[in-house]
């Protein structure tokens, strides 16, 4: 589902990247692991068309997205990728239910049936009761739901995650663990995920460590 040929990132003289090759199926969940500054985030951030190799070739669904355009890119990373990261970024002025929506609106959903899924994904992802509060007024882990239900509102065929536990207390953390195992069996969702939790990578159906821009082991 996912493919990345030869990937190349650098910064200068600095290196980033040293050409990295992937391939991810669907359904799978994927967990990318190595020391800081190793280039997993770098890597995250090309797979979700939010940065642009230097060199290289990405296909999400046979689509080449290292091909399109600013304008393409944009509407391609709103209908085909989720986002997760570690901290959750929702919008501070709005509800729950509001940040769930705003993907959905923004595609061009109507309004009813975006609402419908919505309330239907805070149901399911267990903070349907907190649907008309706003951010300040939940818990971390609360707004790390609201956030992954934000992630899945436009069902798409991956969703990037970058340490999405790594601000959560242990037990919250475990939590967002068993979510993502749930939501994969039950939507045979694709998950990409940038972590440092031993934990998190254990449930996963492959490790992926990259060290120096390199890809150097797979478990």
Do not use: C
């Not at 992630?151 to 340490?163: G, H, K, Q, T, Y």
């Amino acid at each position: 589902m996912i493919k990345a040929v030869n990937i190349k990132k650098s910064f200068g003289e600095n290196h980033i990247l040293n050409g990295v090759n992937l391939e991810i199926k669907k359904g799978e969940l994927v967990a990318i692991i190595g020391a800081s500054g190793a280039g997993k985030t770098s890597l995250l951030q090309i797979l979700g068309t939010l940065d642009k190799p230097n060199g290289g070739e990405i296909y999400i669904n046979n689509v080449p997205i290292h091909s399109m355009s600013d304008k393409e890119l944009s509407k391609f990373r709103n209908s085909d990728i989720g986002f997760v990261f570690q901290f959750h970024h929702l919008l501070p002025e709005f509800t729950a239910l509001e940040n769930v929506l705003m993907p959905g609106l923004i595609m061009g959903g109507k309004s009813n049936e975006v609402k419908a899924k919505a309330v239907d994904l805070l149901k399911k992802l267990k903070v349907n009761h907190r649907s008309e509060h706003k951010p300040s007024e939940m818990s971390g882990g609360e707004q790390q739901r609201v956030a992954v239900a934000r992630a899945l509102i436009n069902s798409p065929s991956v969703i990037l995650a970058d340490e999405p536990s790594g601000n959560l207390d242990s037990s919250n953390a475990s939590d967002l663990h068993a979510l993502f195992v749930e939501l994969k069996k039950e939507f045979n969702q694709t998950f990409v995920i940038v972590t440092h939790n031993r934990e998190l990578a254990n449930l996963a159906d492959r490790v992926i460590e990259i060290a120096d821009g390199n890809i150097v082991g797979h478990e």
